[in-house]
């Protein structure tokens, strides 16, 4: 399905990712997001750095994919789409506000380095979590899961 309110957002996390489940068991991860724009101040002449914030929600894998290794102050690269939200507050107050529903969300590696370990599975989709970090120390087999000489698709 074709969505029109498409967003790429690249910036730090500001909290460590907070994952909960819904009573029906889908896994949900609410991450912050702050980009600065460099502005130059027309009054002193100096560079000035204007933070913008973001809230974005992961879903089901994803949610526990980012909960697993991300941490606060990591450079990421979220695709999304806008949700318009607005609520009333216990005085009566209306709000709103604008987040992103996380269709990906992935290390930025424009000034660091990641290790690549892969997270395996323990338990099927919208469960409990379910994380093994492959912390053994087997060695890799010496034949490939896969023939080097097949086309890739």
Do not use: H
Request: charge should be negative.
């Amino acid at each position: 399905m074709a969505r029109d309110n498409n967003i790429t957002i690249i910036g730090n996390l500001t909290r460590d990712p907070e994952l909960r489940f819904t009573q029906g068991g889908a896994a949900v991860t609410d991450i912050g997001v702050a980009w600065n724009e460099s502005r130059r101040n027309k009054e002193t002449q100096q560079w000035e750095d204007v933070p913008s914030y973001f809230d974005i929600t992961c879903w089901f894998d994803l949610a526990e994919n980012v909960a697993a290794t991300l941490r606060k102050g990591d450079r990421v690269v979220v695709t999304g789409n806008l949700k318009w939200e607005s609520w009333q507050t216990a005085d009566g107050e209306s709000r709103n506000k604008v987040k992103v529903i996380a269709d990906d969300v992935a290390p930025s590696l424009r000034w660091a380095t990641i290790e690549n370990g892969a997270i395996q599975r323990t338990q099927s989709r919208g469960g409990g979590g379910g994380f093994d970090t492959g912390s053994s120390s087997s060695t890799p087999s010496s034949t490939p899961a896969y023939d080097p000489n097949e086309e890739p698709f």
